[in-house]
């Protein structure tokens, strides 16, 4: 199957034209990864596997993260919407009524996005890389990240920082 119109991202100008959390997307790309993983496998020449190049993700461009964002700060404020008013300085009636967008102007609600969308991120490399393991546990992969991660962009918030959170796979 391809990646229909209706999944593809036109206004992803980053590295994932597509949202990577659609269930036909995550076929596709389990249908390559354990294609290539299983053809690869143990041969010799192989020496690690890059998950990706330079990636960049955007959670606040789909609205279809909307309920994931939603469960995230319910998670993370204990489900306690007065806690994250307090946090924000907002006024929320419910986690539900936070919008989904790819920048606050409040500081707190843009790094608690962030910290969202690099969560996010983080868990579908981990994803790629747990079908990648199952072939061979014992080859090292890894993300070659950009050369600006830790370095702020200008959204007028302060040194708020970007990029994808940094762990073992």
Known sequence: GLITPDKYDTKNDYFLGFDIYSPEVKQIIETFIRGMAETLGNHP??????????????????ESNAPAWH???REYY????????????????GFD???MQEFYDNPCMHYDYLRFN???FANWHKWIGDMVKEYNPNI???SKV??????TEGHGIGEVHVGIALLEL
């Open 45 to 62: 020449a192989i020496k690690s596997i890059c998950l990706s190049n330079e990636p960049v993700f955007r959670a606040g461009r789909d």
């Open 71 to 73: 469960d995230y700060l």
């Open 78 to 93: 204990h489900n306690d919407v007065a806690e994250m008013n307090t946090t924000w300085k907002e006024n929320f009636a």
């Open 97 to 99: 009524d936070v919008p």
């Open 118 to 120: 690099d969560t996010m």
């Open 140 to 142: 090292p992969i890894h």
């Open 146 to 151: 950009m050369p600006t991660i830790g370095e």
